[in-house]
């Protein structure tokens, strides 16, 4: 089969300028990518309903690693792995919150009151990203990466700031900020919701199901704003959305539905401690990865 014959077709179909180039890739080569982001739909799901966490912090290193070897341009790489990352968590985040909230697990009441300042950190940061360079983003995620990273090793659950969480504006900027950092590294926004909540007293599983409400608040208007941004820019892939792979997602997205509720059920009942010291590991590896692609 010709692979090129086959990417000159679908750029036909493409309305957006397209500059794929898939002619060295084998079929084999393909079925390792497919694969790979089916098996990355299976850790976003679980992770998000396991942690409450969106899942990007797999999906956005998978996805610049799987664009890069079917030759998506350096330039553009990072925002099509960050916009497709965030078209996945639009979908398993809220198969994850209707989990939650089944089971009853979930502050309605906070949601309410920290969605807007979210909302309004999420479209300030996809103004941010339309102006940053695949670099900067790099940057960008090296920097939050890292300071997860250190979250999920050395953060504890029984650390307290209070009993109750204040209604105070530096909480309201906090949700501010978890907007902002979490549309520019493409993650649902758990893992800085959950530490806010068990800082002030809320059990665990509360704070997990909360905080998996944000993620659709974060994903679904990050997923448009990229689509927005990117629409037009040249390089895109076939049956992009603006810097969103509408391939990508279809990949991902059945098996992160499928896995959601499993990492629901284990966060019901199972100490996550393990899991969280290997995600930590995890990220610090991909930021030492995106930060010698930098320094290369």
Sequence with gaps: ???????????????????????GVSLSNLAMLAAALLVAGLFTGFLSG????????????????????????????????????????????????????????????????????????????????????????????????????????????????????????AVDLFALAVGFVSVLMSIGGGAYMVTLMTLYGRPLLQAVGTSSGFGPLIAIPGTLGFAWVGWGVDGLPPLSLGYVSLIGAAAIIPTGILAAPWGVRLAHGIPKRRLELAFATFLALVVTRFAFSLLA
């Design 1 to 23: 089969m010709d692979l090129s014959a086959m990417a000159s077709g679908l750029a036909l179909a493409n309305a957006g300028p397209v500059a794929l180039d898939v002619s």
């Design 50 to 169: 396991l942690l409450g966490i969106g899942g990007g912090g797999v999906l956005v290193p998978v996805l610049y690693e799987t664009f890069g070897a079917i030759g998506v341009e350096p330039g553009i790489r990072m925002h099509m792995s960050l916009a497709t990352s965030l078209a996945v968590i639009a979908v398993t985040s809220w198969s994850s919150f209707r989990a939650h909230r089944t089971r009853g697990s979930v502050d309605v009441d906070i949601l309410r009151r920290l969605g807007p300042w979210v909302f309004a950190g999420v479209v300030l940061g996809i103004l941010v990203a339309s102006r940053s360079s695949s670099d900067g983003l790099k940057w960008m995620w090296i920097v939050f990466g890292s300071l997860m990273a250190l979250k999920m090793a050395l953060g504890r659950d029984d650390w307290r700031l209070g009993s109750e969480l204040p209604k105070a504006l």
